[in-house]
């Protein structure tokens, strides 16, 4: 297809509330430096890392722009946002194969090379550069994943985020055949997607979601789910389970650690519950725990992912599309979090 100059997108241009998102039309579309491919983008999955984006929550200094953006840093506005992106590779870069062209594509969102560079330090895709809430989107090769099933557009952009950092999080813990794996937030995107690629692993899981979404999640693969204000400890026992892997955080954190086993591992890669916890380090020296703060991805994990879906492993979870235009509808219906698995916004 011919590149148009000009495109239509929504860009960021402050941190607040969804009137800081503008949908345009005359936006500049991006050119391939050396090493990219240039994918127009055909959907785009909301999550909490574009919203925490949008309002600060990043920041440690009480939402300062100074440092609200995902590496601690400001951000370059007006900024198109959108870490999960399935597209169509249309142009390429310097140095890229040429036979790439066609291709459809994931977008890794942890990037470890841009603009023909190494980074320093790895950037988020729709954070530190532009990403996929626009008709074009320009990525280095190396983090488009060309990925080949029958699953539509919306299916596979439900899958790029949360499901690399659920894979992360169970790689980065070792997680294997026979352990018990509890999770947190197991209705949410990353949550779901734990229950899927823990049992794809051999474990046993136990989900913490609300009742209503219960039998959803036990046909999903749960082995068994707790309501979130459930004595832990008291359902299961304490010193129960292999790993933690929490979304959550909040006033409820220290029971997490009471049900791990002695030499238990414990992951975390959200606190939508709160993000000041209560520790006890005579707990956590005492039981041999092991910490996995989990944001930057192992570099087999999103090739492993997409191996997954390609063998029909895991499946996707839609539970809403939306046109981009109306992005401010999707991400107040993600808020409410009265859905499970990925709203998606349909971009081309």
Known sequence: MSVPEKMHGVVLIGHGGPD????????????PAPGDVLV????????????NTRIGWYSKGDNDAEDAAWTGVALKLPLVQGADVCGTIVAVGEGVDPGRIGERVLIEPSLVEADGKTLASPWYFGSECNGGFAEFTKV????????????????????????????????????????????TGASGGVGSAAIQLARARGARVIAV?????????????????????????GELGTSSVDVVIDLVAGEKWPSLLDILKPRGR????????????????????????CFFGCTVLEPQVFGNLVKRIEAGEIKPLVAE??????????????????????IVLEVA
Not at 213 to 227: F, I, V
Not at 270 to 278: F, L, N, Q, R, S
């Open 209 to 233: 979601t609300s009742p209503s979404k219960s039998d959803a999640l036990l046909a999903l693969g749960a082995d068994r789910t707790l309501t979130r204000d459930a004595d832990y400890a």
């Open 266 to 289: 414990y992951a975390v890669s959200g606190a939508i519950g709160g993000p000041m916890v209560e520790l006890d380090v005579r707990t956590l020296y005492l039981k041999d725990l």
């Open 140 to 183: 280095a090769s190396r983090h488009a994943h060309t990925v080949t099933c029958d699953l539509t557009d919306a299916e596979l952009a439900s899958f790029p985020c949360s499901y690399s950092t659920a894979e992360n999080m169970l790689e980065r813990t070792g997680v294997k055949a026979g352990d018990t794996v509890f999770v």
């Open 321 to 342: 599309t939306h046109p981009l235009r109306d992005i401010a509808i999707a991400q107040d219906a993600f808020g409410k979090k009265g859905h499970i698995g990925k």
């Open 40 to 51: 127009r983008v055909l959907a785009a999955g909301v999550n909490n890392t574009d919203v």
């Open 20 to 31: 800081m998102l503008q949908w345009r039309e005359d936006l500049d579309t991006p050119r």
